[in-house]
């Protein structure tokens, strides 16, 4: 086998194993970029005029943040919900980021 065969098939391998490395939280994901916005739930406030946002990312196998639905409220000090949205983005599965959007009162 040529050295660059040999090359090509350690990169395809790379790469292929660090794909899985972050995911979002879509179902869906793209094999090299990964945007979605999306719903996660609807709460019972009858309107908002807050909106508390959590984020957490993974670099690299590395992951940091609180994505939680408390950590949100508490970011934009709701206290009744009146919907919750995500946005996921991810590149390659090295880079991943996740916002949690919360609206309410």
Do not use: W
């Amino acid at each position: 086998m040529s050295k660059r065969l040999k090359s090509v098939m350690i990169l395809c391998l790379a790469l292929f194993l660090l794909s899985g490395c972050t995911m979002g939280m879509t179902p869906i994901q793209g094999m090299f970029f990964t945007d979605f916005e999306g719903p996660l739930m609807v709460g019972s406030a009858a309107g908002y005029s807050k909106v508390g946002v959590a984020e957490g990312m993974v670099i690299v196998g590395v992951g940091r943040g609180d994505v939680s639905i408390s950590a949100a409220m508490k970011n934009g000090g709701i206290k009744k919900i009146h919907h919750v949205d995500y946005h996921t983005q991810n590149i390659m599965g090295v880079f991943s980021r996740v916002q949690l959007k919360v609206y309410g009162e």
